[in-house]
């Protein structure tokens, strides 16, 4: 008889009958006697329908008008699960994020939470009800509404799971868990029944979208068990059907490699001929900065000459054009001479594995595995549970279906 | 310079063009020197998606949770609405039901306007913004969100300007005023510069579809000077381009009548050889307002032989098969004997004057121009300023025309 957090993302309330699924769930779970919070998201499209509307009519939206028109998504689908558990006789009300109050910080369009009071929860819960709560939204100073970014809606359930001191918190989305790899391109790929927090962290910042980082970064550090499952499979979170992510202490036997991972948003920029004095690389990455471009891998290689040196460094795909435009400017102030190489056929293939900490030739594993199949490694970066390389993009679903054999991971 | 509250209906926003256009009209009035508080309806459609999703879900929906779905439309609308005055260096903020706050009772669904906290608003408008506010809703107890019914937009814009005793509440809508009568029956029509009050709630109550008859009580009661007009012919409320809904003292010379309305909404049922004994008609209308149908026109005859009596009465077109259920049901449980007669090729016909009060021979000359014309009178009604009759539907555009002819409406 626990106290149970259920998210439903837009696939899973995208209709009537989806939402009547949902509540099917919830009601499953009341049957089984546990007291249920459910965070949902919008109808999917809803919210791209209205942020196209905010671009539309001002492409320099305020944010917090922004957010009073994004966040009505969520009012919609809270109060139809809502009426869809009163049909099957069970108490519920919905709450929107000023009703509760969530409340967060002023940085409309992508607050963060800064704290939530839970005594009317408790109390509506303590009552029977099932509390049906708005997700991606809160209620920032002055009484305005606020959401979290895109993808939200888990940070507000893994939030809301750790306010209540819940059991679980299950994140029911379009896949029935977190994979060894992509199961589009690995067919032997198996679903991970339990994994560290660290490990979701790693994969979820390289690739695999199935959790929003920031939600495991808070689940991580408020210590909330957290499942990810299918909405549309006809499984129950209490069961355990779908990937746990827990506490790396709660693992007993840890694999050394628990995943495959890659991406194809990546784009590779080389610069040759630079100065090799201290500033060079602030300027430059000081101008990417500026932009609003993310910069990811970066490596600077050994200057022959000791006077000029090459750096290479990653960017998202759909930056590419931009950081060419600074990067043009910045030779034309101060860094003449330097000669720009860029590339967007390349892909990102990393492992992850807490295992990792302990054992020793990981790495070079990856390494030659890749080079027995003549794949060329561009970039390398590590930490302490994760490689990452960057080959050409050709060799994306050899290189993954070669590591997720070589370390063991494939179904037997 | 004065103050406005500004009412813009779906049709009004119902796309960003049309929101361009209300922003348009806003800043007009703005530029004249005006504050401005506008009341936004939610985009045509929206609400009827809305409900047709509750109404799916569970048909016997919590009217709480009903209201915090529907009133989410106009969250949107209040939003777009203030960055379409951003583009255009407007300073502007949305205003949820919730945040001004606007308090109602806790009849979800129809809820009543309990009062309207304006410290907030007051001091939005007196740093120079716009308070662009979600119509239609208000906060009931226990910080729910609750709706005022259909049409309720026209309500708040005109409990705001009461609240914060404006200068004038402009309702834009999609016709250029209030007219002598139906200008798609009538090509003579007038549109009337100046109404009462009183004419206003008579006309919206027998079928001119302008304003909706709460809203008229409102204004009524609160002196609130209302203007109707158009927001897609160009036109704006300081120009006074539309019919202005004022006291009965404003205005200088007064019509005998002022309009003549028509309602094909409507359904006739007479019942032959009723008992004339007390009760009876106890009976029957208290078994149809049991079926929250609602009686319109009564008439009971003179009974020739004392003892059993004819009563006609009317209701709406659509409850007509209720009813007649409701009476087979009457007879067979102590009103054995009666005969059911019903039609529902009936049509109302009004006239409408404040000037009634003081003149005579105007409900002959309304009889007399009708028999002229052939039509019979099935039924007739009259209050101190409005005398309807029911006639067969077919006559119903000679009537009004024939009418409007007679009392000197048509223009010159």
């Known amino acids: 008889m626990g106290l149970l957090v259920l998210k439903f993302g837009g696939t899973s309330v995208a209709t009537v009958p989806a939402i009547e699924n949902v509540a099917n769930k919830v009601a499953a779970e009341i049957a089984l006697g546990h007291k249920v919070a459910v965070v949902v998201s919008a109808m999917a499209g809803v919210t791209n329908q209205l942020v196209t509307y905010c671009t539309a009519i001002n492409p320099l939206y305020d944010a917090r008008e922004y957010d009073a028109i994004v966040a009505s998504g969520e009012q919609v689908t809270s109060g139809l699960l809502a009426l869809a558990l009163h049909k099957r006789g069970i108490a519920a009300r919905s709450w929107q994020g000023w009703q509760v109050p969530i409340l967060t910080n002023d940085v409309h369009g992508k607050a963060r939470i800064k704290g939530i009071e839970t005594d009317n929860l408790k109390a509506s819960l303590a009552r029977g009800e099932v509390a049906v709560l708005a997700g991606f939204q809160g209620m920032a100073g002055n009484n305005r509404i606020a959401t979290l970014g895109r993808g939200g809606s888990d940070t507000s359930a893994v939030a809301v799971a750790a306010a209540l001191k819940a059991d679980r918190c299950d994140i029911y989305t379009d896949v029935d868990g977190v994979y060894t790899a992509d199961p589009r391109i690995v067919t032997k790929a198996k679903k991970i029944p339990k994994i560290s927090y660290e490990e979701m962290l790693e994969m979820a910042s390289v690739g695999a979208k199935v959790l929003q980082t920031r939600s495991v970064e808070l689940a991580m550090k408020e210590k909330v068990p957290v499942q ?185």
Chains 1, 2 share one sequence.
Request: aromatic share 4%; charged share 25%.
């Open 228 to 412: 990810v499952l299918s909405s549309f499979d006809g499984a129950l979170g209490s069961d355990i059907p779908g990937t746990m992510v827990v506490d790396e202490d709660n693992i007993v036997e840890q694999e050394v490699v628990s995943g495959v991972t890659h991406s194809r948003d990546e784009a590779k920029v080389t610069l040759r001929n630079l100065p090799d004095v201290p500033g060079v690389a602030a300027k430059i990455f000081g101008g990417l900065a500026d932009a609003a471009i993310n910069v990811d891998m970066i490596v600077q290689n050994v200057s022959p000459d000791k006077a000029r040196t090459d750096l290479t460094f990653t960017v998202g795909r759909a930056d590419l054009p931009k950081t060419l435009d600074i990067l043009k400017a910045a030779e034309n102030d101060g860094l003449k001479g330097i000669q720009v190489e860029s590339s967007a056929d390349v892909a990102k293939v990393s492992i992850i594995g807490i295992g990792m900490k302990s054992y020793v030739g990981v790495a070079s594993k990856m390494f030659q595995t890749l080079a027995d199949k003549g794949i060329n490694i561009q970039v390398i970066t590590t930490s302490e549970i994760k490689v990452s390389v960057l080959i050409s993009e050709e060799y994306t679903e050899l290189a993954v279906r070669s590591l997720h054999t070589a370390y063991g991971l494939d179904q037997a």
